[in-house]
């Protein structure tokens, strides 16, 4: 099979520093932590003392300055292990990045170095009730108040919500002016006003929490603003790719692992006389599958190298992410009806798969949002021939 080439050195011996640690850290309480709906936060504090959380901060915000693929090592080893309960993706990739592309170098120092350290942990306040994908459409309000801003309303799907100690929030400060009216604000966990719903119960994902936020008159100086007044549906723009590539990087190593364990299960079941994976049917699957999973790997490692040279644009990422997530929810269905019976069982990883796959079709945009974006560059470029 066509070989991974991304990699150097010192990222496999990363890889297999975060592989023991996976192992050893969370896989034997995974399971204790889906049932409690939550991760503790001690194991944020190990993490960051082995060097897992926000790998490319630069060393005078507390980081190691490393290269992207040190997160994606990080992104793909928890995948890997079935570890969906760990909200690392969305602090490292989601909430350090906008502090470290957008913030102060006031908001920088204060944030990030204890976000590398997990002494603090990172969320992203978007989504509203009545507001996903359009995000231009969110009522959250931040009116100015004397020299503070005084922000209402509330927040839904929150990952991380229950824990975070920063969030990256989302709000109008101009109901009039559409996407020209959305700020962004820090938003620290201890500020008065800011109060936690309940952990709301997923289909899948259990061991991380997911919650509802409300801000009732919260307060917050301009210096919590991050970037500009009027600018923060521009900002978010600028990270959507990111986004879609972190889901697709999950969605490719899923279905990875999700065909191994099956090829692993059919050798060793026997039925009729021979074992599973002798039978034709199982081998046809299983080998589209397998070729769907390769494509879907060198797509995602090419949108990796074009994030790094800093040319992965939209549609590419759209692209990735469709692909890559519709083949991870295929992958989990097709891998459990292999295992019959016993796929149908919590206790079989596959089972948690299934359940965990569907959100990354909704997840960073939803399908049809992504093809709504690939079509409309097609008709740009029909245009353009025209």
């Given at each position: ?13 990363f ?20 049932k ?24 005078e ?5 490393l ?8 992104f793909?080893?928890?995948w ?5 309960g ?8 989601l909430?350090a990045?906008?502090?470290?592309s ?5 908001q ?6 204890k ?8 969320s ?8 996903g994908?359009?995000?231009k ?6 009116v ?7 922000i209402n309303g ?6 991380n919500g ?10 109008k ?10 700020t962004?604000f820090?938003?620290e966990?201890?500020r008065?006003?800011f109060?936690?719903?309940?952990n ?13 936020l409300f801000?009732?008159?919260m ?12 600018k ?29 364990w099956?090829v ?7 039925a ?14 299983l080998?589209?599958?397998?070729a ?6 060198v797509?995602t ?30 992958a ?9 019976g016993?796929g ?5 990883p ?9 959100i990354?079709k ?18 740009q ?6």
């Amino acid at each position: 099979m066509i070989e991974r080439n991304l990699f150097r050195e010192e990222h496999e011996m990363f890889r297999q520093s975060v592989r023991r640690f996976v192992e050893k850290e969370i896989v034997p309480y995974h399971a204790q932590w889906e049932k409690d709906g939550i991760v503790p936060r001690e194991l944020w504090l190990k993490a960051g003392a082995q060097g897992m959380l926000c790998c490319t901060v630069p060393e005078e915000y507390g980081g190691l300055g490393l290269d992207y693929l040190f997160d994606v090592v990080v992104f793909e080893e928890l995948w890997r292990a079935g570890a969906s309960g760990p909200g690392f993706l969305i602090h490292t990739d989601l909430v350090a990045t906008y502090i470290l592309s957008f913030g102060s170098e006031a908001q920088k120092k204060k944030f990030l170095p204890k976000m590398v350290s997990g002494e603090w942990i990172g969320s992203l306040g978007m989504t509203e009730p009545h507001a996903g994908s359009d995000l231009k459409a969110i009522r959250t309000k931040a009116v100015r108040d004397g020299n503070e801003f005084l922000i209402n309303g509330q927040k839904v799907f929150i990952s991380n919500g229950q824990l975070c100690d920063v969030l990256v929030l989302a709000t109008k400060t101009d109901s009039e002016a559409g996407a020209k009216g959305v700020t962004l604000f820090l938003v620290e966990g201890d500020r008065p006003g800011f109060r936690r719903g309940k952990n709301l119960e997923k289909l899948g994902m259990h061991a991380q929490d997911t919650s509802e936020l409300f801000f009732d008159n919260m307060r917050l100086p301009p210096e919590n603003m991050l970037g500009e007044e009027g600018k923060g549906f521009a900002l978010m723009m600028t990270k959507l790719s990111q986004e879609r590539l972190a889901q697709a990087i999950r969605s490719a190593t899923v279905a990875e692992t999700v065909i191994e364990w099956t090829v692993d299960y059919t050798m060793n079941r026997q039925a009729f006389g021979k074992s599973l994976f002798d039978q034709q049917n199982t081998q046809f699957k299983l080998a589209e599958l397998k070729a769907q999973a390769v494509s879907a790997r060198v797509l995602t490692d090419k949108c990796i190298e074009l994030f790094m040279e800093g040319r992965l644009d939209p549609v590419d990422a759209a692209v990735a992410k469709m692909l890559t997530t519709e083949l991870h929810c295929r992958a989990a269905d097709e891998c459990l009806q292999l295992f019959g019976g016993w796929g149908y069982m919590w206790e079989m990883p596959i089972a948690r798969a299934y359940a965990d796959a569907r959100i990354t079709k909704i997840a960073g945009g939803s399908i049809e949002i992504m093809k709504l974006i690939i079509a409309r560059q097609m008709a740009q470029d029909a245009r353009t021939r025209i």
